[in-house]
């Protein structure tokens, strides 16, 4: 393992001594320009194999690390109620009715928990196993890992920004510690996001609760 980061028992490759960036507007902006004008097929996208994994009207959904809230107001068309929770001076939400910040992750039950490449970037996930909600999506870069070479030249080895690094069978492993099952795992996203490296680049795992 390359200096300053470790491997935990479930497989998960850490971060040991990051300074994070600001979470800030500008920040949000930078990420959704990063996207290349993808942004609104990407939202239709996730929000597709969201509704198509859990095959059910999904009432109250809160996306967790939400952007510019693009996601949020793609799902406010056909969720009912839809909540934001950003870390910092977040972006302003969609003005629509259906669309509410909330300061806390961890303080309401939701049908659906969305984490769209948010959850690398925190600095402790102790906080998952208290989430209150039935499904759990995470979307993160799929750390293959093939060699230490591979991971010190990754693209997505960002110090300081992406402090947690999963594959399918890592991130399994460590969201079951939390009491959720793997239910679904793709890298759906490498059909706009991805590049031609012969390997999958995004990783989109659907979890439920229990």
Known sequence: ?????????????????PTPPTYDEQY???????????EDELSCLRLGLL????NQPIVK??????????????CSTVVKDCYGFDIGPAYP???KSNIKPVSN?????????????????????????????????????WCHYFSEEWFKNWKHRKPDEHIWHFNDETLTRFMLKQGYTVIHYS????????EKVGYAS????????G
Request: charged content about 20%; some cysteine; proline content about 3%.
């Open 105 to 141: 992750a961890t303080g309401a039950y939701y049908d659906v928990v969305t984490f769209y490449n948010s959850l690398e970037h925190m600095t402790d996930l102790d906080f998952l196993e208290k989430i209150q909600c039935k499904y759990l999506l995470i979307t993160t870069p």
């Open 187 to 194: 890298n759906i996203e490498d059909t706009l996001r991805g």
């Open 51 to 54: 509704l198509g994994v859990i």
């Open 28 to 38: 949000a902006v930078r990420y959704s320009n990063s996207l290349g004008g993808q």
């Open 1 to 17: 393992m390359i200096d300053g980061y470790e491997k935990l028992r479930s497989g998960v490759i850490k971060q040991t001594e």
């Open 93 to 95: 939400l969609p003005p």
């Open 61 to 74: 959904l809160l996306d967790v690390g939400y952007g510019v809230g693009n996601f949020l107001e793609r």
């Open 202 to 209: 995004y990783l989109t795992a659907v979890f439920k609760k």
